[in-house]
């Protein structure tokens, strides 16, 4: 359920024709001197879209370090998106780990605000390797226990670990202080089936669409800066 949606969602871009920007071409969008007031939505959103299709044919050539540092950027642009982190966990399968850490490492040396740990625990998870997930998404929480995504891997990992009833609980607190995540509607749908409460896995697949970012564009999900986030 998870992959095919946002298949839906971002799949129809990629066949677009553009032309590869070169990495430095991104740089201005999150450490520059451009504050997210100056540029329009429009061109935001089209200059997210074009790093995501880039990335992607970087990934087919075998351009990994260089699509790695793109796909970072996208996570320092909006950690509460998908896209970057399926991407990424897509080439950690395609990849033995021994090769995937050392670049994935390399590329964000360029980003010394990331986060690791959460990065990692969204790559593990999206790649079904719940332990590796778990790991870090708990070295993560340990300094941060109150952060909004890393509550949100921590749900979802509990989620794909078998412990639906937990998964239920944080979930539901994560979507208490935060009404449009999306994702989180969705892994609340999948622990609630999983639980056999059809009714309640309903009501979250209603709200996972009222608050998907096609439907909302005011959503954190949507892929635009979040809103504690400022840089573009």
Same mark, same amino acid.
């Given at each position: 359920m998870r992959y095919w949606i946002i298949t839906v969602l971002t799949g129809g871009a990629l066949g677009v024709a553009t032309m590869l920007t070169p990495v430095g071409g991104y740089l201005g969008m999150t450490g520059g001197a451009d504050k997210i007031e100056d540029v329009s939505r429009a061109e935001l959103l089209k200059k997210i879209e074009t790093m995501r299709i880039d990335?992607?044919?970087? %990934?087919?050539?075998?351009?990994?370090?260089?699509?790695?540092? %793109? /796909? *970072?950027?996208?996570?320092?642009?909006?950690? !509460?998106?998908?896209?970057? !982190?399926?991407? *990424?966990?897509?080439? *950690?399968?395609?990849?033995?780990?021994?090769?995937?850490?050392?670049?994935?490492?390399?590329? #964000?040396?360029? /980003?010394?605000?990331?986060?690791?740990?959460?990065? /990692? #625990?969204?790559? !593990?998870?999206?790649?079904?390797?719940?332990?590796? #997930?778990?790991?870090?998404?708990?070295a993560f929480l340990k300094t941060k226990p109150d952060d909004l995504a890393g509550l949100f891997y921590k749900g979802s990992i509990a989620r794909l670990s078998g412990d639906n009833a937990e998964a239920v609980k944080i979930l539901t607190g994560v979507i208490g202080r935060e009404k449009t995540y999306y994702f989180a509607y969705l892994e609340l749908n999948l622990a609630y089936e999983k639980l056999g409460d059809e009714a309640n896995a309903g009501k979250m697949m209603e709200l996972a669409l009222k608050n998907s970012p096609s439907n909302n564009k005011e959503g954190i999900c949507h892929g635009l800066p979040s809103p504690d986030e400022k840089k573009v």
């Open positions: 990335a992607v044919r970087m %990934i087919s050539d075998g351009k990994n370090e260089e699509a790695f540092q %793109i /796909l *970072l950027k996208l996570v320092d642009i909006n950690h !509460y998106d998908q896209f970057p !982190y399926v991407q *990424l966990a897509r080439a *950690l399968e395609a990849m033995t780990e021994e090769k995937f850490l050392p670049t994935l490492t390399k590329a #964000a040396s360029t /980003l010394p605000a990331l986060e690791m740990d959460r990065t /990692l #625990a969204a790559v !593990y998870f999206h790649a079904n390797k719940a332990e590796s #997930a778990k790991k870090h998404i708990d």
